[in-house]
């Protein structure tokens, strides 16, 4: 992305780029540039994080109503782009430091930007964690994105990156099924009333996938 792309090229290329990690995330990483500056894949990050924030506000519409939704929608964008470049930063300082401790000798700007075209499925994920449990296979989808980053473009043995990848993905699959089943159990999901669609959640802005 350059200082002289309009909104429509950048949106093309935010688009194109979310396309092939979902669809070809092998061939994506290997030529994934490893240098370039934060902007980039800040800015890929961002966007991507307010689509996500979009498709919420729409289903808190179908499950709240319109002010319900407006109200969420006005909440989620203010603190979307404060929440996204927090979380950002966290995660990809989480997974340089394991990244590292396999073996990685990329920098910190590399791990950056692997963590945020990783991101490139949240849409898809955030659709999927409105059907009970689905929640846990957009998990395990995006710890294998992250098993494919750490081998081809942090030069990992793909026996390693899965065995420490499996195990933080077991961790965290352990956590979001207990707090799924307090969710269910209180009763704190609210079912959208017609054409039988999928029950929706109230949900801060993601301060991760």
């Given amino acids: 992305m350059r200082s002289g792309d ?14 092939n990690v979902i669809l070809r995330p092998a061939a994506f990483f290997q030529t994934m540039p490893r240098r370039g500056g934060f ?9 991507i994080g307010l689509f996500d924030m979009l ?5 808190e519409v179908l499950a709240a109503g319109p002010t319900a939704g407006l109200a969420f929608a006005v909440h989620a964008f203010v603190l979307a782009p404060l929440a996204l470049t927090l979380s950002g930063f966290v995660l990809t300082t989480v997974f340089f430091v394991f990244w590292r ?3 990685s000798s990329q920098s910190y700007e590399t791990a950056y930007r692997t963590f945020a075209y990783s991101y490139a499925i949240s849409p898809v994920t955030t659709i999927m964690g409105f059907i009970p449990y689905l929640t846990l296979a957009g998990l395990v989808w995006w710890f294998a994105l992250l098993i494919v980053a750490s081998v081809y473009v942090h030069g990992i043995s793909r026996l390693k990156a899965v065995a ?19 969710v269910m159990r209180h ?12 029950a929706s959640r109230t949900r801060m802005p993601p301060s991760s996938i």
């Fill in 6 to 19: 309009t909104v429509v090229g950048v949106l093309r290329v935010i688009r194109d780029t979310a396309i």
């Fill in 39 to 47: 902007r980039t894949p800040y800015v890929f990050l961002l966007i």
């Fill in 55 to 59: 498709l919420l506000s729409l289903f």
């Fill in 101 to 103: 401790l396999m073996g």
């Fill in 164 to 182: 420490v990848f499996a195990a933080l993905g077991l961790a965290m699959t352990i956590f979001v099924t207990r707090a799924e089943h307090y």
């Fill in 187 to 198: 009763g704190l999901t609210r079912p959208v009333a017609h054409m039988g669609r999928p």
